[in-house]
Structures are given as structure tokens and as C-alpha cells.
């Protein structure tokens, strides 16, 4: 369901572009993502930051996994970093890691990592040293079990994109089953850890640490699919790499990801919705709200 003041808000925040602007005015995004068999989630965060408006998307990835995901869309810059015995990324990319994000504007991190545990290592150092602003997701947000107080000296305030199972299996508690209590676990969250908590789910919450709260009226059933939070994940980090702060990047994210998913299964139908759908018609959603 679409929503006026929120797109009032969103035109708000989204600054015009100059007619001088070049690629760099609109966000260098560093997305660290893929392994070996996840490969598809890494290109759908890359392909929605472009989509999403950003000016320049590197997909860090693992070396052994590096000649498959380069070979699938020239956009997208593709950068190999050393891999762990299984394909995924190893601590010994840290260095090269920390070098690299010194001149981006946004990392992402979490989309098809795995789980190996030089690989969660990996993740937790690099939440712990970046400088820039953090969206994490996935198995990003799975290497936060049993270390919580990472979150609370990062760098910048983190952007965390958990469904409801990854939330509970990395903050504890019951699940939630109501939209208060969804509303009121998250908020809780994000003041008690320092985050901007994305409780992704029917009406996703948005929580800041500041206690502000919001609940996202868009979105469908058909967006229940592989692959929908990774591209929820680009459209964030290409939204904080244009300007908007922590907070607007994930409401505003997350209105236009679940716009895009209403618009796709308006022709196509909430039964055969992929998360590719999103990516196609992201286009359309943005040009609805920002006319």
C-alpha cells in the first residue's frame, strides 16, 4: 500500500542530480558477498545498488569464486580477495579489505558469505575496523551470535537487515508473532545495541537507537523468495551512498524494495515473483515516487 507522506519524504531526502555530477557524487558501494554455490546472492545486491542509484558498486569476492562472477554483468566491478579451502572469503583478505574501503563512501557486507569460521572472523574484524557506514545482512548478521558488543564499537552506527529467524537466533528471546511485539522487540534492539534494526517480515520495522520506529506498508506475499533481502541490502547501501542518513536509507529502502515487489507482481503475479523481479522493476517504483 502506497503511502503519501512517506513518498513526500522520500522526494525530500533524495537530492536532485546536478547536471555537472559525475559517478563518484553518488557512492562508491563496497559489497563484500558470495562464496562458492552463493554466488547469485552477491550480483543481486551489486545489480540493486546500481539500480538504486548508486555510482560505482565493487563486488569483493572470493578469489576461487572471482571468474564466475565477473563474467556476469560488466556494470558491476568485480575484486577477488583470498579464499579459504571452501571458497569463501579468508582472514587473510583483511588487509586488503581494510585498504580497499578507505576510499569508498558505504560497505555491505553478508549476502552468500557462508558460514565458515575463518569467514565469520573475517566479518567480525571487519564491522569492528571500517570507518564508513555499514549495512549488514545475512550471514553478516549471523556472526554477531555471542558477540554483541561489536555492535556497539563500530565505527559508524550499523544497518542490520535480519528476517525474523536470523534476529532471534542472534539476539535471543521468542519469536515474535505480533506486529507489536515485532515493534517493540525491534525498538528495544536497536536502543540497547546502537543499530539501525531492519526486522524484515509482513510490515517490516525499521527501529533506531534514538527510539524513532516505523512500519513499511508496502510490500506482497510473492516477495517470500530467495534472493529479496539481498537486493534489499544493495538498495540501502546505494541509498546511504547518495546522502540520506542511516535511518532514511532503511525506511526508504525498504518502502521502495516492497513498492518495486507490488508493482512486479501487479503483471506478473505474486506466485511467480523472483527476486530479479525487484531489480527490474526497482525503476519503476523510483519513478513513481520521486514525479
Not at 2 to 18: G, L, S, T, V, Y
Not at 19 to 28: I, L, N, T, V, W
Not at 143 to 154: A, D, F, G, P, T
Not at 215 to 224: F, H, I, L, Q, S
Request: hydrophobic letters at 40%; one cysteine or more.
Amino acid at each position: 500500500m502506497r503511502d503519501p507522506k512517506i513518498e513526500r519524504q522520500i522526494r525530500r531526502a533524495w537530492r536532485p542530480r546536478p547536471r555537472r555530477a559525475s559517478k563518484k557524487d553518488f557512492g562508491r558501494i563496497f559489497i563484500l558477498a558470495g562464496s562458492r554455490g552463493l554466488t547469485g546472492a552477491a550480483m543481486l545486491s551489486s545489480l540493486a545498488a546500481l539500480r538504486a542509484g548508486a555510482g560505482l558498486v565493487t563486488l569483493g569476492c572470493p578469489d576461487k569464486v572471482y571468474t564466475t562472477l565477473a563474467r556476469r554483468d560488466p556494470e558491476v566491478m568485480v575484486r577477488p580477495f583470498p579464499s579459504t579451502s571452501e571458497g569463501s572469503l579468508s582472514e587473510k583478505a583483511l588487509p586488503e579489505i581494510l585498504r580497499f574501503s578507505k576510499n569508498q563512501d558505504v560497505i555491505a557486507l553478508g549476502p552468500g558469505l557462508g558460514r565458515h569460521p575463518g569467514t565469520q572472523r573475517l566479518v567480525r574484524k571487519v564491522l569492528f575496523a571500517v570507518t564508513i557506514p555499514l549495512v549488514v545482512d545475512a550471514d553478516g548478521v549471523n556472526v554477531l551470535k555471542n558477540h554483541l558488543e561489536i555492535l556497539k564499537r563500530c565505527y559508524e552506527v550499523p544497518i542490520l537487515t535480519p528476517h525474523t529467524g536470523e534476529f532471534v537466533r542472534v539476539f535471543g528471546g521468542r519469536k515474535p508473532k505480533t506486529d507489536s511485539e515485532r515493534k517493540r522487540r525491534a525498538a528495544e534492539t536497536a536502543g540497547k545495541f546502537g543499530a539501525i534494526l531492519v526486522l524484515k517480515g509482513y510490515h517490516t520495522v525499521i527501529a533506531a537507537p534514538d527510539e524513532r520506529v516505523g512500519v513499511n506498508p508496502t510490500g506482497n506475499p510473492g516477495m517470500a523468495s530467495g534472493g529479496t533481502g539481498d537486493v534489499l541490502t544493495g538498495i540501502i547501501a546505494a541509498l546511504l551512498g547518495q546522502g540520506m542518513s542511516s535511518f532514511d536509507a532503511a525506511r526508504f529502502g525498504v518502502y521502495l524494495h516492497g513498492l518495486a515487489g507490488d508493482l512486479a507482481a501487479r503483471e506478473k503475479g505474486e506466485v511467480s515473483l523472483v527476486a530479479g523481479d525487484l531489480i527490474e522493476f526497482f525503476p519503476q517504483a523510483a519513478k513513481l515516487v520521486l514525479k
